[in-house]
């Protein structure tokens, strides 16, 4: 069974600070990974992709991709309160884009 | 720029009866998806389709079905509706596969089954 764990959270930072956001997976042969945001009672939106290991920076997010020990991570700098949404991990498996998603890590921004 | 459109919104259905989640999508994408997310959960796939007439099993598709007689369209049947299938339901599409192309959501179908 493949797939994707998340801590459920919530994670709570203030404002300014920087959330850290995690993610394991469990099918080595998984490549690329997505970060979606959903805010309560819509729908999910992508944030960012990474395929590579490393670092990938987009505005005040990076998301590090770890292949080896199978961990994806999202940073988020200088979180504000419309920061606050829970952010769903996935990972694109077994061909034609399809997904697998984590449940979620609820973040709540703090002023 | 409608994207992928979901009808109904929400939707309280009985026990026994059968509904029609209606998908479109206007952006010429070949693959399509039917996800459920129910509370506190990750989406599960239900069906997903890579063009007109060629539709396959994700993770949870019992008690649905699902056809793709055009591009735009592709609608999710859900026969003899149980508890079990309150969710919301959300429909997707996506360009051909690349490194980077993902999937893009409609808005959700909020469905009660009472």
């Known amino acids: 069974q493949k797939e994707v764990e998340q801590n459920s959270g919530p994670l709570s930072v203030p404002e300014g600070a920087i959330a850290s956001l995690n993610c394991t997976y469990s099918?080595?042969?998984?490549?690329?990974f997505f970060w979606y945001r959903q805010y309560s009672g819509k729908s999910p939106e992508l944030i960012m992709f990474i395929y590579s290991n490393g670092d990938k920076e987009d505005g005040r997010f990076t998301a590090q991709l770890n292949k080896a020990s199978q961990y994806v991570s999202l940073l988020i700098r200088d979180s504000q309160p419309s920061d606050s949404a829970t952010y769903l991990c996935?990972?694109?498996?077994?061909?034609?884009?399809?997904?697998?998603f984590g449940a979620g890590t609820r973040l709540a921004v703090h002023p | 720029n409608a994207g992928v459109t979901q009808t109904p919104k929400f939707r309280i259905l009985k026990i026994g009866q059968s509904m029609t989640l209606q998908c479109t999508q206007d952006m010429n994408h070949n693959y399509m998806y039917w996800y459920r997310q129910d509370p506190g959960m990750g989406l599960k796939l239900i069906y997903y389709?890579?063009?007109?007439?060629?539709?396959d099993k994700g993770e949870v598709p019992n008690g649905y079905n699902v056809s793709r007689s055009t591009t735009e369209d592709f609608p999710l049947r859900l026969e003899l509706a149980a508890p079990s299938q309150t969710s919301v339901y959300f429909c997707?599409?996506?360009?051909?596969?690349?490194?980077?192309?993902?999937?893009?959501f409609g808005e959700g179908s909020w469905l009660t089954v009472v």
């Open positions: 997707a599409s996506s360009p051909d596969a690349g490194s980077g192309n993902t999937i893009y």
């Open positions: 099918d080595r042969g998984s490549q690329s």
């Open positions: 389709s890579v063009g007109a007439g060629i539709t």
């Open positions: 996935a990972s694109r498996s077994g061909g034609y884009n399809k997904l697998i």
